[in-house]
């Protein structure tokens, strides 16, 4: 849900500061918690690795965006 949400704010005309900010939050959580899966055994490398990729490369497009607005 929380990659859905960083998808639309990035098609977003003009998403404010506070919920870019949130969602890179949220989305960093997520990051955190997949690498601490795959650390664990929990989650298969291969396909958690594709979901850490997608969710950093989400994070750097709503920072970009996020300087944008400031």
């Known amino acids: 849900m929380t990659i859905q949400k ?3 704010l990035l098609e977003k005309p003009s998403p404010t ?5 949130k969602c890179i939050n949220a989305l960093t959580w997520d ?3 997949l ?3 795959i650390t664990l055994g929990v ?3 291969d396909s ?3 979901n850490i990729n997608e969710i950093s490369d ?3 497009k709503l920072e970009k965006k996020l300087q944008c607005t400031n």
């Open 6 to 8: 960083g998808r639309e």
């Open 17 to 21: 500061a506070n919920e870019i900010q």
């Open 31 to 33: 990051k955190q918690y």
């Open 35 to 37: 690498q601490n899966s």
């Open 43 to 45: 989650r298969d490398k």
């Open 48 to 50: 958690g690795q594709e």
């Open 58 to 60: 989400l994070i750097q």
